[in-house]
T-cell receptor, first 115, second 113 residues
Framework: AQKVTQAQTEISVVEKEDVTLDCVYE???????LFWYKQPPSGELVFLIR??????QNEISGRYSWNFQKSTSSFNFTITASQVVDSAVYFC????????????FGEGTQLTVNP | GAGVSQSPRYKVAKRGQDVALRCDPI?????LFWYQQALGQGPEFLTY????????KSGLPSDRFFAERPEGSVSTLKIQRTQQEDSAVYLC???????????FGNGTRLTVT
């Protein structure tokens, strides 16, 4: 069975601070995908990134960066110089090659960025 | 619009009533998913369509839940004899064929009283 754990239920930071959201996953499959989604108060899940299990290169997109480490089964997400608009619930998710786009989500981390 | 559209946005049902939730996927998206998100939890998979074929319904919690996508575009999730534990946000997502990122709608918040 697959499992995604986001140990941080809530994080509160002050604007311009850097913040890292942790994600640990479990799967016996060797081919899988990892995702991060953002869920603002409007409720829509916004796709942020997808990485496949064979690509451990870290990725940076503007203020966002992701650190994928298979050795520790982790896929952490860092926001640099956080802004109030970053306030949302962030979900990490795992998808298997064998199950198409069916995703197993973590329980989410509520990030609050205070001015 | 270019995104996934769900209706109604909010639904209040009395226990025992039947409800129908609608999803309009992004045009051309072959795959369609339904997820259930309880308050404070991550979304949980319910069912998956590829075109009009329902390929996986293993996540449906009981036989009171039924989903269809008869023409391979719009989908309806029906819940019969609603119970309080059915209260949740029901999210629809669509994507291009396998392995593509999911695009989610805003969801339907169902409250069963």
């Amino acid at each position: 069975a697959q499992k995604v754990t986001q140990a941080q239920t809530e994080i509160s930071v002050v604007e311009k601070e850097d913040v890292t959201l942790d994600c640990v996953y479990e799967t016996r499959d060797t081919t899988y995908y990892l995702f991060w989604y953002k869920q603002p108060p409007s409720g829509e899940l916004v796709f942020l990134i997808r990485r496949n299990s064979f690509d451990e290169q870290n990725e940076i997109s503007g203020r966002y960066s992701w650190n994928f480490q298979k050795s520790t089964s982790s896929f952490n997400f860092t926001i640099t110089a956080s802004q109030v608009v970053d306030s949302a619930v962030y979900f990490c998710a795992l998808g298997l090659k064998t199950s198409g786009s069916r995703l197993t989500f973590g329980e989410g981390t509520q990030l609050t960025v205070n001015p | 619009g270019a995104g996934v559209s769900q209706s109604p946005r909010y639904k209040v049902a009395k226990r025992g009533q039947d409800v129908a939730l609608r999803c309009d996927p992004i045009s051309g998206h072959v795959s369609l998913f339904w997820y259930q998100q309880a308050l404070g939890q991550g979304p949980e998979f319910l069912t998956y369509f590829q075109n009009e074929a329902q390929l996986d319904k293993s996540g449906l919690p009981s036989d009171r839940f039924f989903a269809e996508r008869p023409e391979g575009s719009v989908s309806t999730l029906k819940i019969q004899r609603t119970q309080q534990e059915d209260s949740a946000v029901y999210l629809c997502a669509s994507s291009l064929p396998r392995d593509s990122p999911l695009h989610f709608g805003n969801g339907t918040r169902l409250t069963v009283t």
